[in-house]
């Protein structure tokens, strides 16, 4: 799409907007739109008038859109319901979290207030909610709640310093134009963005799929042929749900006694820095390492490790975590490390992250704060074990294809990057005045409110 810019422009005296069309207002907030502050929590009735309420706070809403399912409740009063309640379209901004977040509301419950980490936004006259929230997320995305909340302490943006905000303001008719551009050209993207996303999730779940396959029935007839294997094994039934039948030939053996745990912890050593790794450096269902930083002392107790050990999440949200590190170092005691005695490394890891395994270990998990999963469980589950020189062309098959199928993943999430980018920059483009979207829009009819974004006029 290519959009001409205005014919003329002028300074807008405000850094983050740059020079805006000329014949646009730039002016604060409060001039524009009724900014309401919601209700500081109330837990307990303070009167016989008092009565239990929906609440909404910050992390209910997200850019654009409000969660308003299973809403909290707290106490307050017929007033209070007046002063801080909620209807159809109207848009909420964030005072604290994520300061400046902003979505609009549909359809909530009845009786719904704000709590005093939300501002209610309404327009006065016929200033337009969606432009504004729009400007918002321009100024959160180039980082100017930063500047002009301070993020070294609780940042707040404050009634005050929301109000105080200067933003555009084109004319009335021009205002509806620019949102109703926004509304259809994001939405195309966002669609876009939505059908990548569940690309990625069917690739990742074919990933899944082809490892709990292969550890369990072994290489395909191709594969196996290609490396002068049977391709076509008798099987047994293996008497484990979640095996089903292995081949013939292979043998079943309880994970411990394939294993060695290697259990030797390791206090706080400020004079000897060590790489560390924690469940956050691994990523679930693929092993893959990140964000790993050398040489760091990490706190309390870690467990060692050696190149060659196999390490593997024991948390309940975490079980899908293991990773074959290629050196020593140090990691948090909810990971398991391990050193595969008849089971290839590869194999071993390759094992651990199928479906069917993870699916049992997370039965076993106890506790409901911090749900984990013991040794005492994982060392007694029983594991295919083929010989060794299929174990490695089990482990150079899987390797191959997850790679592909990881090259895919890696393509698709870049072109869902681009496609934010992309995003970001018409929003920006748009609200500021950089691009004249009026002959975009038709003007011969009206548009239908769209359901994320469009607040009811009365």
């Not at 870690?302 to 309940?316: C, P």
């Amino acid at each position: 799409m290519k959009l001409a810019p205005y014919p003329k422009y002028k300074p807008s005296g405000i850094e983050w907007l740059g020079d805006v069309p000329e014949h646009w207002e730039v002016k604060p907030v409060k001039l524009g739109f009724d900014i309401q502050l919601g209700k500081m929590l109330q837990p307990d009735a303070s009167g016989p008038q008092d009565s239990e309420v929906h609440y909404l706070k910050a992390q209910h809403v997200q850019w654009e859109t409000v969660q308003t399912v299973d809403l909290p409740t707290m106490w307050a009063s017929s007033t209070d319901e007046a002063k801080y309640g909620v209807t159809d379209g109207d848009l909420l901004v964030c005072e604290g979290g994520d300061v400046g977040r902003a979505g609009f509301i549909r359809d909530p419950p009845s009786r719904t207030i704000i709590q005093n980490a939300l501002h209610r936004v309404r327009p006065h006259g016929y200033n337009d909610s969606r432009l504004l929230m729009y400007v918002l997320e321009h100024a959160a995305d180039h980082n100017w709640f930063d500047i002009l909340c301070n993020r070294a302490t609780i940042a707040h943006f404050t009634g005050e310093k929301f109000g105080a905000l200067r933003v555009p303001l084109p004319p009335q008719k021009e205002q509806r134009v620019i949102a109703e551009f926004l509304d259809r050209e994001t939405a195309k993207i966002d669609t876009l963005m939505a059908k990548k996303q569940t690309l990625i999730e069917r690739l990742k779940e074919k990933r899944t799929a082809l490892i709990s396959r292969t550890v369990t029935r072994g290489l395909p007839p191709d594969a196996a042929s290609d490396v002068g294997l049977d391709p076509h094994p008798k099987f047994k039934t293996s008497g484990i749900e979640w095996l089903g039948e292995v081949p013939e030939h292979w043998y079943l053996k309880r994970l411990k006694m394939s294993v060695r745990l290697a259990d030797k912890k390791v206090e706080v050593d400020e004079e000897n820095p060590a790489p560390y790794i924690g469940l956050e450096n691994i990523e679930s269902w693929t092993g893959r390492l990140l964000h790993i930083v050398l040489d760091v002392v990490p706190t309390g107790t870690s467990n060692a490790f050696k190149s060659g050990d196999t390490l593997f999440g024991k948390l309940r949200p975490y079980l899908a975590k293991a990773c074959n590190p290629e050196f020593d170092g140090l990691s948090s005691t909810e990971l398991l490390v391990m050193k595969g005695i008849d089971l290839d490394r590869r194999t071993l890891l390759y094992s651990l992250l199928s479906d069917g395994f993870i699916k049992l270990v997370d039965s076993s998990t106890y506790g409901s704060k911090m749900p984990r999963a013991s040794w005492g469980f994982i060392g007694n589950c029983i594991m295919p074990i083929a010989p060794s020189d299929e174990q490695r062309a089990i482990a150079d098959f899987l390797d191959r294809e997850t790679a592909k199928i990881d090259q895919m993943v890696a393509k698709v999430e870049t072109a869902i990057e681009r496609l934010q980018e992309y995003r970001t920059a018409l929003i920006t483009a748009a609200v500021t005045g950089k691009i004249d979207v009026r002959e975009s829009v038709p003007h011969h009819r009206s548009r239908a409110p769209t359901d994320k974004l469009q607040r009811k006029q009365a």
